[in-house]
Each structure stands twice: as C-alpha cells, then as structure tokens.
C-alpha cells in the first residue's frame, strides 16, 4: 500500500468519516478560494471576527513553510432529536449539543500526527477551527465536499452536519480531486434566511448573522434586526441548513458518542438562561464548544427571545 493509502487507512481506523488529501504547490502559494475570502473581507463580512483576516489564511506556506499536503477530515455530528418548538424554549444549534469538537476531534488529529511523526518522520501541524487555515476551501480542494450557497462544507455521505480538522505536513501525498459543487439552481438557504444574511450565493455577511451574533457578538444588546428575528435560537443558528435539501435527505445518525446531546443542551428553557449564574454556567457547560457564549451574552440572546413572546402575545391579545 503506498502511503497516501496509508494515511486514508490510518485516519478512517481513528474514526474518521471523511479524509481526502490536497497538495500544497510550493510555487503558488495561494490558499484555495483567497480571492473569495479577500472580497469577503473588503466587504467587512467578517464583523468583529479580525482572525479571519489573519494573511496567514491566505497563504498556508506561512503557517508551515515546509508544508506539501494537507489531510482534510470530518466528522459527522449529526444525532437525531428535533429542535424543540415550544415557545418558552432557547434553540441551541446541533454543533454544541454534545462534547466540545475540538476535544473530540483533537484527540484523533493529535494521534494521527503522532503516527505521521513516529512512523514516517513527518513534520506535523493540526488544526481544528482554531488555526489561520482556511478549512473549508481546503476540504473542498481535497474532496471532502463541496461549500453550498450557505457556506457550509457539503458531503454527499453526511450533508453538512460535519465538523472539520486538518494536519498540515511535509509528506508529498497524493492529492484528491477536488469535490465538484451540487447546490444547482436551488436557493433555499438564501430564500429561509430571516435576516437575509446570504447576501448572494456563497456570501454569508457575519453581521445579519444570528450565528454570529448569538456566539461572537459580546456586546450588551444585540442590533435591533437580529434580535426581532432570533426564533428562539440562543447559541448559533441552524436554519440555513436545517432547510438544505441534502441535509433533508443525507442525514446520518453518528456512531461517535461524544457527540450525544447532553441532555440540558437540546431545549434549554429561556426563563433558566435569563438569569444564568457564573455557576451554573460553568456547571452546565463543562467540555462543551459553547463556553464561547459567556454567561452574560446567554443573558441577553435568551431575554431577547422572551421581549419576541412578550410582543407577540401582546399583539394577539390586540387584535
Ligand atoms: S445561520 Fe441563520 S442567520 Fe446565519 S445565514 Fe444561516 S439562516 Fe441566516
Ligand atoms: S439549500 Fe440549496 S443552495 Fe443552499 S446549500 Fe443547500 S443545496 Fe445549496
């Protein structure tokens, strides 16, 4: 077996659902899709997200001068619980349900560079979400899937419920060809959108963004137009891909058990998250992704959601 076989053999054994290899050409030190991430960024898309325009992202020779290929993986997170529908309860989007991603996808990562180094003498670097790389045009590049109109990585084997990881090594393996893209003429994520945040296919602008804002935005309030349109989502936002045709239809349960909803996760009441305590913050989101979301901004996303009821009973009440 040659050892881009290897590689595969050796990250699917971890528990890898997908892996793909992309070559890096040390004479165009391009990332794929810079040119995308440059005009998305002149836009100011990325709102208060500065680490996107790290100009490593653009140029990953500058975050491993010495790289030649990237091993792309995903893992699928998807489990089977409805969001709940109850008014007087926070939405919380399926990437947080369980145990932190990067812990779980961390662990594997760091046993396959440990295996890259030992047995093959590699030089390694991983990432998950955390590093200047740019994962999704690099999971494209390496036929992982294909990044849909809502900017979301696509595979045809789990739809796009995939969280995902990459060792950036000096090995020369073989490349895989990149994914070609399935969105065809359908626009649904742009047409379900409530704060019309695609501003064109393959454009998401952070800031009319409900997962950005709900996550990264730690401001008192949120802006007027985010808050009116939450639909009860507290942390994150999955609407765009909920109504995604091969999220509809190319849905797999995972195997992994780390990412099992923690039960407190899936339909949190608003009443508990407005009043939040530092405690049990810290209780409820031990090894969990949503840490990011400090007690403070769980505050306001989930008093925002309850003002919405309070109006909306008003009104009904007036008419
Ligand atoms: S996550 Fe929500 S707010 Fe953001 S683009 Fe998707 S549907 Fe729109
Ligand atoms: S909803 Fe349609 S356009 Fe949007 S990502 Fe899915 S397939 Fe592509």
């Known amino acids: 077996m040659n050892l881009t076989n ?40 990325q709102a208060k997200m500065g680490w996107m325009g790290d100009p490593r992202r653009q140029q990953v020779q500058k975050v491993m001068p010495e790289v030649r290929s990237l091993i792309c993986v995903a893992l699928n997170y998807y489990t089977e619980h409805p969001h709940s529908q109850d008014p007087n309860h926070g939405k919380i989007s399926r990437y947080g349900w369980g145990r932190d991603y990067h812990k779980v996808l961390g662990r594997r990562l760091k046993a396959l560079s440990l295996w890259l180094t030992e047995e093959h003498n590699a030089t390694c670097r991983w990432y998950v979400d955390t590093g200047p790389v740019s994962e999704k045009a690099w999971a494209e590049r390496a036929g992982i899937g294909w990044i849909g109109k809502h900017g979301n990585v696509i595979t045809r084997t789990h739809a796009s419920w995939v969280f995902l990881g ?57 802006p007027e137009a985010i808050a009116q349109n939450l639909n009860n989502w507290v942390a994150g936002c999955d609407i765009c891909q909920d109504v995604c045709p091969w999220n ?3 849905s797999v349960p995972t195997d992994i058990p780390d990412f099992q909803p923690y039960p407190q996760n899936i339909a949190p009441s608003l009443s508990h ?47």
């Open 6 to 45: 290897l590689v595969k053999e050796k990250a699917t054994h971890l528990g890898f659902h997908r892996v793909g290899i992309a070559a890096v050409d040390p004479h165009n030190p391009e990332t794929p899709g810079h040119q995308g991430l440059q005009n998305w960024l002149s836009q100011g898309y």
């Open 273 to 319: 998250l407005a009043t939040l305590s530092q405690e049990q913050w810290d209780e409820q989101f031990r090894a969990s992704a949503l840490r990011r979301i400090k007690p403070t901004m769980w505050q306001r996303n989930a008093r925002a959601n309850q003002q919405n009821q309070e109006e909306k009973t008003s009104n009904n009440k007036n008419r």
């Open 166 to 222: 990459e060792v950036l090594t000096d090995l020369e393996l073989d490349s895989d060809k990149p994914h070609t893209a399935h969105c065809g003429n359908c626009v649904k994520c742009l047409d379900a959108c409530p704060t019309d945040a695609i501003t064109q296919p393959y454009v998401v602008d952070a800031n009319r963004c409900i997962a950005y804002h709900t996550i990264e935005n730690r401001d008192e309030e949120l």
């Open 248 to 250: 509809q239809f190319y």
